[in-house]
């Protein structure tokens, strides 16, 4: 597709189930984001993916998450032994190389509910 | 005190006013953004600024680097322009790690 898509559009699972959420960026671009946001919150950075560098871990909130990005392209967020308070939207974003004319596409984004 | 301020929080208005949101940020910038969040929760992105104004249809944005301020204006408002919109700036260039504002919720009202 045109855009960046994200998978599964809704999920809801049980307190101490691990989830996985996929994204799908825009084809050639090399960076990706995860971003999330609680109810009544604001959006918060997760982490980063530029190419073939090491990730920027530094918004996971816990060690419960984790994100890994296959062949530079399609990104996968885990979230092991879920807790209520991971409910929220999940946000992927991509851009081509981060520099002064690079615009960030978002896509609709993973509402998980943790019950 | 957040890196990044928007006002107002809510702005309800009737369909055809002129609307202005403000975005000031304390921190040096590369580039600014100013993001649309539906209801649904899909995010599309208006703009990416780094200086001077942009203008896509109705909509306007403007920002100052000297008083790290930006503003969004809407014209000629429409109900369907009903969003949350959000201010997001760039920190530095070479890693696009958003700021984000906490979003101005905005009803237009028929």
């Known amino acids: 597709g045109a855009g960046v898509s994200q998978s599964p559009s809704n999920k809801v699972t049980e307190k101490g189930k691990d989830v996985e959420l996929r994204c799908d960026p825009i084809?050639?671009?090399?960076?990706l984001y995860w971003y999330r946001q609680s109810l009544g919150q604001g959006l918060e950075f997760l982490i980063y993916?530029?190419?073939?560098?090491?990730?920027?871990k530094s918004g996971l909130p816990s060690d419960r998450f984790s994100a890994e990005r296959t062949g530079g392209s399609v990104s996968t967020l885990t979230i092991q032994r879920t807790q209520q308070e991971d409910s929220a939207v999940y946000l992927c974003?991509?851009?081509?190389?981060?520099?002064?004319?690079?615009?960030?596409?978002f896509g609709q984004g993973t509402r998980l509910t943790v019950v | 005190k957040n890196e990044v301020e928007q006002s107002p929080q809510n702005l309800t208005a009737q369909e055809g006013e002129f609307i202005t949101i403000n975005c000031s940020y304390s921190?040096?910038?590369?580039?600014l953004h100013w993001l649309q969040q539906h209801p649904g929760g899909g995010i599309v992105s208006l703009f990416m600024?780094?200086?001077g104004k942009k203008k896509h249809g109705r909509l306007i944005a403007t920002i100052n680097i000297q008083e790290k301020h930006s503003s969004l204006h809407i014209t000629a408002s429409h109900p369907r322009d009903s969003a949350v919109y959000i201010c997001?700036?760039?920190?530095?260039?070479?890693?696009?790690?958003?700021?984000f504002g906490t979003g101005t919720r905005l009803t237009i009202i028929p």
């Open positions: 993916f530029q190419g073939n560098s090491a990730p920027d």
């Open positions: 921190v040096g910038i590369s580039a």
């Open positions: 974003a991509s851009s081509f190389q981060p520099g002064e004319n690079t615009e960030a596409f």
């Open positions: 600024l780094s200086s």
């Open positions: 084809s050639g671009h090399t960076a």
């Open positions: 997001a700036v760039v920190p530095n260039f070479g890693n696009e790690k958003l700021t």
